[in-house]
């Protein structure tokens, strides 16, 4: 016959489960099992033993003389109690042990499938509440799995099964079934009635928790993070604030010869990390936000949430950055949409906008030179045709028609 202790023995040990959680659901479980049987279980004890992984069940009724009794349920006559220990005298209370063995096998069977299903129910929602209050932490695990769309990895303190979807992990990623990985908790949901937790290389947080790692300053709270924007596996830039006047906020995250922030990078494929140190001074912040260019001069619109800034031609590049992504993230961590501009007197020659082209040139080869940053004709000429086929799409053919095409409207 089916044992039910045998069931809770191999629970007992549940890591997910606290010890009076346990045997709550284990007394409820019996206390069932004695009411089907039984038709209440007010008089019955259920002790639980989780050390050993047994338990007890008593009936305990009182004593009457042979004859008076009135209710079975309540009371058992005293030759039936001196049976059990000859003992007992009447108006005591008898204890009688009952066994496994005397609710039959059917019941027992039932008994151990609703143990063993609400202590899977049990156990997930453990599962579920612990990453729950991990969101945003970093988690290590070891890839199990290597699928189309995700991977499979075991959490390597917990052993729970986690998921790094594709879109969560970094260009360039690549694992292997037993490599180790690094992410955060992005968030934690039920998917038919399972918990399903699910990391993040992608995030924000993921750089801010590393970067709290290897610099003891932010985990002491001396410097704070006040934003990061990021492309990952690309660039990005994190506005950092020292409270310590005497603590230098950048150096300290980048390191003695970059010591603190070289093991970030490789672990983000070699992510450029351009740490800026905060100000409210709207002016300046946006000043460093554009890193490693160098601003002329800067006009504002708080209306619009729209600045003007102007370079040097030869820091234009650097503004604009690789496909856009340096000024890009300038407007996502100042939050002005940021237009660039040549100093004035880089103008004195006249310029021609690269819409006067349209005849000339087709419309997607115009779209794909201003997504450089270049809107006008001497803007494009003032880059190398290296330059150009490096931040577009375009064949070296086209380019050098293109050039040929701006440089013969100032040759006329």
Known sequence: MLNLVETFADFKDGKNI???TMVRVLEDVFRTLIKKKFGSDDNFDVIVNTQKGDLELWRVRE?????EVLDESQQISESEAQAIDDSYEIGEECYEQLHLEDFGRRAIMAARQTLISRIMELEKDEVFKKYSDRIGEIVLGEVHQVLKRELLVLDDITGNELILPRMDMIRGDFFKKGDMVRGIIKKVEMRNNNPIVIMSRTAEQFLAKLMEQEVP????????IKKIVRFPGDRAKVAV???DDRIDPVGACVGMKGSRIHGIVRELRNE???IINFTNNKTLFIQRSLTPAKVSSIELDDETMRASVFFKPDQVSLAIGKGGSNIKLASLLTGYEIDVYRDSDDFEIEDVDLDEFSDEIEAWIIKELKSTGCDTARSVLELTKEDLVRR???EDETIDEVMKILASEFEE
Do not use: F, Q, W
Not at 63 to 67: A, P, Q, W
Not at 217 to 224: N, P, R
């Open 241 to 243: 604030e020292s409270y």
């Open 392 to 394: 577009t799409d375009l």
């Open 63 to 67: 004593i009457v003389e042979d004859g």
């Open 272 to 274: 450029n990390i351009d």
């Open 217 to 224: 300053e932010i985990e002491d709270g001396l410097i704070t």
């Open 18 to 20: 606290d010890r009076p």
